[in-house]
């Protein structure tokens, strides 16, 4: 069982930068490919970022390329979304999500953390 819990949301302004942290609560972590997921109000969950188990391979949706980074410190079973150049419309929560490499369905949630940008 991994548990994942997300932090470092908050309220920023146009422009300005967040960095959020997925912790895992186990070493088994290393095992898998985490993903980022935003939700805004009346939207569907999309895809943000990637970062495969061994830390070689990061995916990015086409609306944050440029300005996040993904990236994960096997070592402190965390991974990291790096949020630049934030828009009003990357309001939203945030969840982290854990799969096998090579499995579509994901085995483990966070809950979530809000980030607010203001225009």
């Known amino acids: 069982q991994v548990q994942l819990v997300e932090s470092g949301g908050g309220l920023v302004e146009f422009g300005g930068s967040l960095r959020l942290s997925c912790a895992a609560s186990?070493?088994?972590?290393?095992?898998?490919?985490i993903d980022w997921f935003c939700q805004a109000p009346g939207k569907d969950r999309e895809f943000v970022a990637g970062v495969s188990a061994n830390t070689t391979v990061t995916r990015y949706a086409d609306s944050v390329k440029g300005r996040f980074t993904i990236s994960r410190d096997n070592a402190k079973n965390t991974v990291y979304l790096q949020m630049d150049s934030l828009k009003p419309e990357d309001t939203a929560v945030y969840s982290c999500?854990?799969?096998?490499?090579?499995?579509?369905?994901?085995?483990?949630w966070g809950q979530g953390t809000q980030v607010t940008v203001s225009s």
């Open positions: 999500a854990a799969k096998l490499p090579f499995v579509q369905v994901y085995d483990f």
């Open positions: 186990a070493r088994s972590f290393s095992r898998y490919t």
